[in-house]
């Protein structure tokens, strides 16, 4: 049974740091591209970073970009996301994803697996 559980989310302040952990179960993490994506209030889920299996390649949303860190360790089949320099439009669920298709990674549909989200809320 495919499992992903996210953790890691809480209330910080503006500025703040996070640090997200995906653990991932019943596939082959260490050969499956993950990523994150997040859903604010009254919003679509949106992309917010990938980490490709074979040679660790990232990909960030530009509202990620220089804050924002995707890493993997396969040995702890653990997905991470190191958010710093939170900003109140961060708040949201965020969402580890697993079992990308080959599609395009900043699409939902590309992902086959999804954890139950944790919540983070950036005040200011």
């Known amino acids: 049974q495919v499992q992903l559980v996210e953790s890691g989310g809480g209330l910080v302040q503006a500025g703040d740091s996070l640090r997200l952990s995906c653990v991932a179960s019943?596939?082959?993490?260490?050969?499956?591209?993950m990523g994150w994506f997040r859903q604010a209030p009254g919003k679509e889920r949106e992309f917010v970073s990938f980490i490709n299996w074979s040679n660790g390649w990232t990909s960030y949303a530009d509202s990620a970009k220089g804050r924002f860190t995707i890493s993997r360790d396969n040995a702890k089949n653990t997905l991470a996301l190191q958010m710093n320099s939170l900003k109140p439009e961060d708040t949201a669920v965020y969402y580890c994803?697993?079992?990308?298709?080959?599609?395009?990674?900043?699409?939902?549909?590309?992902?086959?697996?999804w954890g139950q989200g944790t919540q983070v809320t950036v005040s200011s």
């Open positions: 994803a697993g079992g990308w298709s080959g599609g395009p990674y900043s699409q939902q549909r590309s992902f086959n697996y």
């Open positions: 019943g596939f082959t993490f260490r050969r499956t591209s």
